[in-house]
């Protein structure tokens, strides 16, 4: 009999939003904000443009919670983001991801409940009442809010 075996070699705790693609584990940059507001993140020991930072990368506030894209990189310490509801405040912890290089991931659920999705096909679907403890084997691109599960990993 053949078994189904899971190997992955990336993996990223996943902060559902309606507007960003989870994003591949490959940082650009990380932090901890100066100040900022709800469009800007400003890092004043930061060097977003000589580090490479680019529009279209994927900011995590892990302070807040929330996922943002980068729309414009101002200068070497502040970067623009897609309206988040929070955004930045001095000391919120961030982490910059390299943009538009998922191209899917499976899902490991650690605390059950249901789980909104869009697939790589851009289909958006609903699981209910996924248990905890489940991988979904289905390639993933974006976990939405209105997902009741959570400690969600991305998995590559």
Do not use: H
């Not at 929330?66 to 200068?75: F, T």
């Not at 697939?119 to 991988?135: E, K, P, Y």
């Amino acid at each position: 009999m053949a078994t189904q075996k899971l190997q992955v070699g990336r993996a990223l705790s996943v902060i559902p939003s309606d507007g960003v693609d989870i994003p591949f584990p490959m940082t650009s940059a990380a932090g901890v904000a100066s100040g900022g507001s709800a469009t800007t993140l400003v890092d004043a020991t930061a060097s977003f443009l000589s580090g490479g930072v680019k529009i279209g990368d994927v900011v995590y506030n892990t302070s807040t919670s929330q996922a943002m894209l980068v729309i414009g990189v101002d200068s070497n310490t502040q970067v623009t983001v897609a309206t988040g509801t929070a955004g930045f405040a001095a000391g919120n912890n961030y982490t910059i991801y390299q943009g538009n290089n998922n191209e899917g991931c499976v899902l490991y659920i650690g605390t059950g409940g249901d789980l909104e999705i869009e697939t790589t096909g851009r289909d958006q679907v609903v699981l209910l009442n996924v248990a905890s403890g489940q991988f979904i084997p289905i390639q993933v691109m974006r976990v939405t809010t209105g997902t009741t599960a959570t400690d969600i990993l991305a998995l590559w």
